[in-house]
């Protein structure tokens, strides 16, 4: 989403239900919650009773309570959780997905930070990451959290339908670039190598 964006300013304009980014770019969005840096906890948007969020831009929030219940996910239905036991990058991945948003965005301020999902076709159509960025990234999520690797993997080349030859615990798949990229996991769905790279610091 950089490439869309750019540099640029943040707002959230409640009265529309869009966040601004500047030159005219905007996106429907929907508050999924905030993180607070004094008590270390995340906070659901539909358990917020101090911020002023129109019902119309927390329904994802009380979908993904509604689907926590369902799938006896604490996480989903408590209304805060300590950020060691889930934060808002976590959270919003799986809301991306659960959700079918187009991306989260992590408004940083003074105290703690909110998260939103944008939904757009123009997000959905930027590229897929080249090689050095796809493997920076992935690289860092996969060590920060406790994660199937491979099913990461799988599912961000399903969503960027990228071309992928699944070998059960290979996958090699061609980047939007050209470039081509092979990973390597064991029985367990972990990472072992990365472009024929091994993987020895991720657990």
Known sequence: MSLLVGEH????????????????????CQVLGTESDNTLTWLWAWADEQT????????????????????????FTLPAVDLDRADGHAIAMIAVELCRASAYYHDVY???????????????????????????HFLDLIARYDLDHRQVLRSYI??????????????????????????EFDDAGKLVSLDGERIDTVQ
């Not at 300013?9 to 429907?28: N, Q, V």
């Not at 071309?163 to 059960?168: A, E, L, T, Y």
């Open 9 to 28: 300013t943040y707002e959230l304009d409640l009265e529309t239900g869009k966040a601004l980014f500047g030159e005219g770019i905007e996106f429907p």
């Open 52 to 75: 002023e969020v129109p019902d119309d831009l927390i329904k994802a929030s009380r979908e993904l309570r509604d689907w926590g219940s369902k799938k006896e996910v604490q996480e």
């Open 110 to 136: 003074e105290g703690g930070a909110a998260f939103v999902l944008l939904f757009d076709k123009r997000i959905d159509a930027q590229p897929s990451l080249d090689r050095a960025r796809l493997s920076r």
């Open 158 to 183: 399903a969503a960027k339908h990228l071309p992928c030859v699944d070998r059960g615990t290979v996958v090699s798949f061609e980047l939007g670039s050209g470039e081509r990229m092979i990973a």
